[in-house]
């Protein structure tokens, strides 16, 4: 586990100079919110969710509006660093660096009740939580992130994560060391790799083509690449693996250098683990079984339960299920003293930490409006930013809007030529951004 490349004179001038903290969180800065008047409200405002959308709208919120009493609901003690998943399952960085604790980011003077949310009851401005208290709210933030839906495929055991060449890097932390032991005990024999990405919304969409970058990588160093094939299966239709076409058609053209295979419209169904063989149906229905020695698993993603059972969730669209906000306000269509932040919105694009970064202020602003009597009027563009790795050593800062328009905000990296200054920022400086993000700081 180490950076490749640090010996090199130049790149370790250059490590140095991104080690300086200005730099690291200049760069990284969010663009100019307008700024919310602070007001002595005395509201009750309750945050669902204490990830990265929760905390760091409750840190904002703690400054706009001090006489409010704040509380926050979610029962996970671990705070994870999701986007560095994708390093541990693929060796790049030790587990403890994604691991952290949920109470060292709770802003001060907020209450934290350590309990799920069961349910939710907009029309009566309040919510049950799991062990049946019920919690009335002046202003709702929806911050509750997404569930993972690997009960939609059949024979799929999570605790199968690490063993007989299967690998999934969205569970957690452990899941994705153990994709990292599957990954390396395979490179070093070499086979056939088969990556997965369902169609749908999801997390971090980038996240299954680093992985399938990095498997072509790890096999390359080991010297097994030969003797391997490396198989690309999705759900979505032909010629697509990416929403965003510049990006979608610079993956594919690489992959076409690299050998790796594409398949669309095969959807993962089932997977027999101890066989070792995946079965993925058209959309027709039609069923095809592949053998792998390396499977990675992508499930398909969906709201949490308690909002998608409740009144919050969009009734019909694309967007089935998912919180139903404007996409320009983040407030909720129908109840107006809810907003929402992160993966649970049921926006056109933006699962991702870097769309929290930018969309967290907003939301503090823009509710804070709303507590003084006044509309919203911060509009959020829908920002997404996705650090695509393409080796060890190279990635690409992808940068988008909800139109799918690059909007690179570091001048000095092209969004689409790879770098290893792009590499450095996913391995040295997106981490204390992100925790610059939670502590309001950015
Ligand atoms: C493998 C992977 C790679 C990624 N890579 C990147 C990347 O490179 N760049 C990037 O910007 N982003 C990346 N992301 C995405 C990023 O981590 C998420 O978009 C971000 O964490 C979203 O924040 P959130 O607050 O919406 O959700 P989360 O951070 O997931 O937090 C949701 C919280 O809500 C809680 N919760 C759930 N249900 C309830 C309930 N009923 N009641 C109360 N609380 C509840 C959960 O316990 C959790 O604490 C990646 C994610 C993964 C998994």
Same mark, same amino acid.
Request: proline residues 6%; glycine residues 8%; hydrophobic residues 45%.
């Given at each position: 586990?180490?950076e490749?490349?640090?010996?090199?004179?130049?790149?370790?001038?250059?490590?140095r100079?991104?080690?300086?903290?200005?730099?690291?969180?200049?760069?990284?800065?969010?663009?100019?919110?307008?700024?919310?008047?602070?007001?002595d409200?005395?509201?009750?405002?309750?945050?669902?969710?204490?990830?990265?959308?929760?905390?760091?709208?409750?840190?904002?919120?703690?400054?706009?509006?001090?006489?409010?009493?704040?509380?926050?609901?979610?029962?996970?003690?671990?705070?994870?660093? %999701?986007?560095?998943?994708?390093?541990?399952?693929t060796?790049?960085?030790?587990?403890?660096?994604?691991?952290?604790?949920?109470?060292?980011?709770?802003?001060?003077?907020?209450q934290?009740?350590?309990?799920?949310?069961?349910?939710?009851?907009?029309?009566?401005?309040?919510?049950?939580?799991?062990?049946?208290?019920?919690?009335?709210?002046?202003?709702?933030?929806?911050a509750?992130?997404?569930?993972?839906?690997?009960?939609?495929?059949?024979?799929?055991?999570?605790?199968?994560?690490?063993?007989?060449?299967?690998?999934?890097?969205?569970?957690?932390?452990?899941?994705?060391?153990?994709?990292?032991?599957?990954?390396?005990?395979?490179?070093? %024999?070499?086979?056939?790799?088969?990556?997965?990405?369902?169609?749908?919304?999801?997390?971090?969409?980038?996240?299954?083509?680093?992985?399938?970058?990095?498997?072509?990588?790890?096999?390359?160093?080991?010297?097994?690449?030969?003797?391997?094939?490396?198989?690309?299966?999705?759900?979505?239709?032909?010629?697509?693996?990416?929403?965003?076409?510049v990006?979608?058609?610079?993956?594919?053209?690489?992959?076409?250098?690299?050998?790796?295979?594409?398949h669309?419209?095969?959807?993962?169904?089932?997977?027999?683990?101890?066989?070792?063989?995946?079965?993925?149906?058209?959309?027709?229905?039609?069923?095809?079984?592949?053998?792998?020695?390396?499977?990675?698993?992508?499930?398909?993603?969906?709201?949490?339960?308690?909002?998608?059972?409740?009144?919050?969730?969009?009734?019909?669209?694309?967007?089935?299920?998912?919180?139903?906000?404007?996409?320009?306000?983040?407030?909720?269509?129908?109840?107006?003293?809810?907003?929402?932040?992160?993966?649970?919105?049921?926006?056109?694009?933006?699962?991702?930490?870097?769309?929290?970064?930018?969309?967290?202020?907003?939301v503090?602003?823009?509710?804070?409006?709303?507590?003084?009597?006044?509309?919203?009027?911060?509009?959020?563009?829908?920002?997404?930013?996705?650090?695509?790795?393409?080796?060890?050593?190279?990635?690409?800062?992808?940068?988008?809007?909800?139109?799918?328009?690059?909007t690179?905000?570091?001048?000095?990296?092209?969004?689409?030529?790879?770098?290893?200054?792009?590499?450095?920022?996913?391995?040295?400086?997106?981490?204390?951004?992100?925790v610059?993000?939670?502590?309001?700081?950015v």
């Amino acid at each position: 586990m180490h950076e490749p490349h640090a010996h090199d004179p130049s790149r370790r001038r250059l490590l140095r100079a991104l080690g300086a903290a200005p730099l690291a969180l200049g760069a990284l800065e969010t663009l100019p919110v307008a700024q919310a008047q602070t007001s002595d409200a005395r509201v009750h405002v309750v945050i669902a969710g204490s990830g990265l959308g929760g905390i760091a709208v409750a840190s904002r919120l703690r400054k706009l509006l001090p006489q409010a009493r704040i509380t926050i609901v979610d029962a996970k003690l671990e705070h994870n660093y %999701q986007p560095g998943y994708t390093l541990v399952a693929t060796g790049v960085w030790p587990i403890a660096k994604v691991r952290d604790r949920n109470a060292d980011f709770q802003p001060e003077g907020v209450q934290w009740v350590q309990e799920m949310v069961a349910e939710f009851d907009p029309a009566a401005n309040s919510l049950t939580t799991t062990s049946g208290s019920k919690i009335s709210y002046d202003y709702l933030v929806v911050a509750t992130g997404l569930q993972l839906g690997y009960d939609q495929i059949e024979g799929m055991d999570v605790k199968a994560i690490g063993q007989n060449g299967l690998g999934s890097v969205y569970l957690g932390p452990e899941a994705a060391l153990a994709t990292w032991r599957a990954m390396d005990a395979f490179r070093a %024999q070499g086979g056939r790799a088969v990556m997965t990405l369902p169609a749908g919304p999801l997390k971090c969409a980038g996240a299954p083509l680093k992985m399938t970058f990095m498997v072509a990588d790890r096999l390359r160093q080991a010297g097994t690449r030969d003797r391997s094939s490396v198989d690309f299966y999705t759900g979505l239709p032909d010629d697509t693996v990416f929403g965003v076409k510049v990006v979608n058609d610079d993956v594919l053209a690489r992959w076409k250098n690299l050998d790796i295979q594409p398949h669309y419209l095969s959807r993962l169904v089932a997977v027999d683990t101890g066989a070792r063989k995946a079965v993925f149906a058209s959309p027709e229905g039609e069923r095809s079984e592949v053998d792998y020695d390396f499977l990675h698993v992508v499930p398909p993603m969906r709201a949490v339960d308690a909002v998608r059972d409740s009144e919050l969730a969009a009734q019909e669209g694309p967007m089935l299920g998912w919180l139903q906000v404007s996409k320009d306000t983040l407030q909720h269509q129908r109840f107006a003293n809810v907003f929402g932040v992160g993966d649970i919105n049921g926006t056109p694009r933006g699962k991702t930490a870097a769309t929290v970064k930018k969309s967290a202020p907003l939301v503090a602003h823009n509710l804070a409006r709303v507590v003084a009597g006044q509309a919203p009027d911060e509009i959020f563009d829908g920002y997404t930013s996705c650090p695509m790795i393409v080796r060890e050593g190279s990635a690409m800062l992808i940068e988008f809007d909800y139109e799918g328009r690059l909007t690179p905000s570091m001048p000095f990296i092209d969004p689409m030529q790879e770098s290893f200054m792009a590499w450095l920022m996913k391995v040295r400086l997106l981490k204390p951004a992100y925790v610059a993000v939670l502590k309001g700081r950015v």
